[in-house]
């Protein structure tokens, strides 16, 4: 297997699935792939795939990504941020790396740990997904229990919030209640395009505030 995967190639935006994958054999490959890779893996139930993003894929979750920050230092809310980590539940025989991915409510529960076990550990309260019309998993994210998934695709945010073990779309985010997240978080976005990301990120800011006064009066 090690062998094989080595001889493996995969260019942006491609992806490649192994069948039969065990668990021992999966944990074997993630050790082999390391940490610092530009690919991801989801896992369910032995079928592993292996998928390398495109560029504008990584472009545009890094500002999702910093978007999401900045609303949550704005709204003065403690938050950890672990990006791609992998996470993975082997009684249930799945495993994710989200392309973003954020503790919220429960950050609290695990902070300062340095490795995160979501047999005893909750799962992240916010995962996000880009360009889903090659790589997405809501099944794996369903049962992980991972309470809110964003998902990104052609200039369009869908939030799917988890409601008796399913996903639901929603209009409103779980962990950011009365905001139009699915109308503002694409328009900024599409602004840093040609307005830089500096200049968008305090435009947001402000929003953010004036957003703040409203709820307030």
């Not at 890779?37 to 890094?62: C, F, Q, S, V, W």
């Not at 392309?99 to 409510?105: A, E, H, R, T």
């Not at 019309?133 to 052609?154: M, N, V």
């Amino acid at each position: 297997m090690l062998l094989e995967l080595k001889r493996i190639h995969v260019p942006p935006g491609q992806r490649v699935l192994l069948q039969n994958v065990t668990w021992q054999e999966l944990e074997t490959i993630l050790q082999e792939l390391g940490e610092h890779r530009a690919a991801r893996i989801a896992y369910n139930r032995g079928m592993l795939e292996i998928m390398t993003p495109l560029p504008e894929h990584e472009g545009d979750k890094e500002i999702i990504g910093d978007l999401v920050k900045a609303l949550l230092e704005e709204l003065d809310i403690e938050f950890r941020s672990l990006g791609s980590t992998t996470f993975k539940n082997q009684a249930m025989a799945q495993g994710i790396e989200p392309d973003q991915c954020f503790y919220i409510q429960n950050e609290h529960k695990i902070r300062g740990k340095k490795r995160l076990d979501l047999t005893i550990d909750p799962p992240p309260d916010l995962a996000l997904e880009i360009d889903i019309t090659s790589r997405t998993h809501p099944s794996i994210y369903q049962a992980l229990q991972i309470p809110e998934l964003w998902q990104f695709d052609k200039g369009k945010l869908q939030i799917n919030i988890l409601q008796d073990g399913v996903y639901v779309e929603s209009t409103e985010s779980f962990n950011f209640p009365n905001l139009p997240l699915v109308d503002i978080i694409p328009q900024y976005l599409e602004q840093s395009r040609t307005a830089g990301r500096n200049a968008t990120m305090r435009a947001f800011r402000q929003w953010v505030k004036g957003e703040e006064l409203r709820v307030k009066s």
